[in-house]
């Protein structure tokens, strides 16, 4: 009778799907999903402040992550007239850089689950410190790979380690909110970073860029080593440690009931706690100063799964993949644009500057801050309202729904851009498309980014919580080898197909990607049910070594 109940409740179970309202008390409560232990050490349980203090520390890296990779493009005709580099190796270095970013989280996820978060994050600034110094330093073809190399290797772990801390502290009905404030120091560091470097190597040098990106790094290394806490959680109970099939902390992946049949039964079980309900047990204490930063928080668990998960959830879990497909490939547009511009907004009839071709960025900042909103503290508040509409359950489905728009904006802004420039640099005539219309382009670009971004991330984070960094490790991985082949193969490519018909087909492919909304709309949940039982697996082999 026992396994015929776990039958059941395997077959109706989807990952993913929580009960947030209480909707059977006199006035709805918000349910906190995942549950925090009754551990005041754990990070679900910390106060606003360090919570606040430690994200706005990794977002902060975040940002000068991205400035540091996206600051070279406004270097490149400086570069060109002083090292003699072609057009051709300034991509190739491009292009190196995205393959360290791609190939990195292979190596730096599994040291995350093995030695906890700070670690890395001491180590990914650190290496990118170095980075930023050799970029400044550069006189060779071999030299300008390996720095861009080193670049993207330090950089490999920004986004996928941000979503961990953010699985690591936040609950479910603020994931968007805070991958949206990933995604604006994200588009601050990769738009308004060539705004600011612009001006520098037109009155310092281009390497005074990479000199700037020294110091602030720095900083940056300073405040990580003595502020920053370790936010992996080891569940201890009265100073013992946990068993990890009895730990006070509920994962998703432990519902003894399905939500499912909450139109079957008076009652729905919620794998959460209501948030008014204090859970603080005052026998454990609280971590002093120098036991919050440790230098490793190491685990029992093997490494050897970090490694195999990644693909395995890639070409496994339709939510994982629809997450790749669609941030590699908004991703890719920003490849393009970027580095189209820095190729020939030098040239007439724009003859811009670096400072010219800096401030073309500011567009896409100002598209990434309207689109915030959409990705982020909207879609909380959209799934908290659908969530009452369902009886208080929760489905990841429900942030899609403000996805769907982005199938106009996306391919629009690809138009936009590319086909003002294609006339621009093709037509026979003194004065192209005035540059207006390439920045509103970039600008709804700017738009798409930030709003796709923080809904996809937010909707794989939802589905998948328990396994959230290997998943990642997929996305960044298919999202940086699109760029890879993309500026590998983009000098022969606008050669051969022409810059008007190469954002036509581009803009196609987006508008098919950005559909993909649609079937996940219908056939979402009857997928991540198909997938519970490898989802369970996956999970328990982390969550098993989760103690010491």
């Known amino acids: 009778m026992v396994n015929e109940q776990h039958d059941r409740d395997e077959t109706f179970w989807a990952p993913g799907t929580v009960a947030l309202e209480d909707v059977h008390r006199t006035r709805d ?51 060109e007239t002083e090292l003699g580099f072609s057009v051709d190796i300034l991509n190739a270095g491009a292009a190196v850089n995205y393959g360290g970013l791609g190939i990195g989280c292979f190596f730096f996820i599994p040291l995350v689950h093995k030695y906890g978060r700070r670690p890395i994050y001491i180590f990914s600034v650190a290496l990118q410190l170095a980075s930023c110094i050799w970029q400044a330093e550069i006189y060779s073809v071999g030299g300008f790979i390996g720095a861009n190399l080193i670049s993207g ?54 390497r005074w860029m990479w000199w700037w990106c020294v110091i602030f790094f720095g900083v940056t290394l300073v405040c990580v080593l003595f502020l920053f806490e370790e936010s992996k959680y080891v569940p201890v109970l009265e100073g013992q ?28 079980s919620h794998p959460g706690v209501l948030a008014s309900q204090p859970r603080i047990n005052p026998n454990i204490k609280p971590k002093t100063y120098w036991q ?53 907004m030098l040239l007439p009839p724009y003859n811009f500057d670096a400072i010219g071709i800096g401030l073309m960025n500011l567009p896409p900042f100002i598209g990434a801050m309207i689109g915030f909103p959409v990705g982020g503290w909207l879609s909380d508040k959209s799934i908290l309202w659908l969530s009452k509409k ?29 086909l003002g420039l294609a006339y621009s640099t093709y037509a026979n005539i003194r004065q192209g498309v005035h540059w207006s219309l390439l920045a509103v382009g970039f600008g709804v670009y700017g738009f798409t980014l930030a709003s796709v971004s923080g809904i996809s991330l937010s909707y794989l984070m939802d589905c998948y919580q328990d396994v959230i960094g290997n998943a990642l490790v997929g996305v960044i991985f298919m999202r940086n080898i699109i760029s890879v082949i993309v500026l590998f193969v983009l000098t022969p490519w606008v050669n051969g197909m022409g810059m008007q018909n190469l954002h036509v087909l581009c803009a196609m492919v987006a508008f098919a990607i950005y559909l993909i909304p649609v079937p996940l709309l219908i056939w979402g949940k009857k997928a991540r049910v198909a997938t519970a039982k490898s989802y369970r697996a996956m999970a328990e082999k982390q969550v098993t070594h989760r103690a010491v």
């Open 390 to 418: 369902n009886n208080g359950i929760y489905e990841p489905e429900m942030r899609l729904w403000l996805a769907l728009p982005v199938a106009i904006f996306g391919p629009a802004s690809l138009l936009m851009f590319g």
């Open 241 to 268: 440690v946990l068993n990890p099939q009895s730990d006070t902390r509920t994962d998703s992946f432990k519902d003894s009931k399905a939500p499912n049949q909450a139109d079957d039964d008076a009652e729905v």
């Open 29 to 79: 409560q918000l349910v906190l999903f995942p549950t925090p232990s009754s551990d005041p050490n754990d990070p679900l349980n910390w106060s606003t402040a360090r919570k606040a203090l430690n994200f706005t520390l990794v977002s902060f890296f975040v940002l000068w992550t991205f400035v540091q990779l996206d600051i070279g493009f406004t270097a490149w005709g400086p570069m």
């Open 292 to 344: 919050r930063m440790p230098w490793v928080t190491v685990s029992s668990e093997s490494m050897w799964p970090h490694f195999t998960q990644p693909i395995v959830t890639l070409f496994t879990f339709p939510a994982v993949t629809y997450a790749a497909i669609t941030y590699g490939s908004t991703l890719a547009w920003f490849a393009i644009m970027t580095s189209l511009q820095a190729s020939y």
């Open 153 to 206: 290797l330090g950089g490999a772990i920004s986004e996928i380690i941000v979503q961990i801390t953010v699985a690591d502290l936040f609950f479910v009905h603020q994931h968007a909110t805070m991958n949206g404030w990933f995604v604006i120091f994200q588009s601050a560091g990769a738009f308004l970073g060539p705004v600011a470097s612009g001006y520098i190597v037109d009155s310092q040098g281009w």
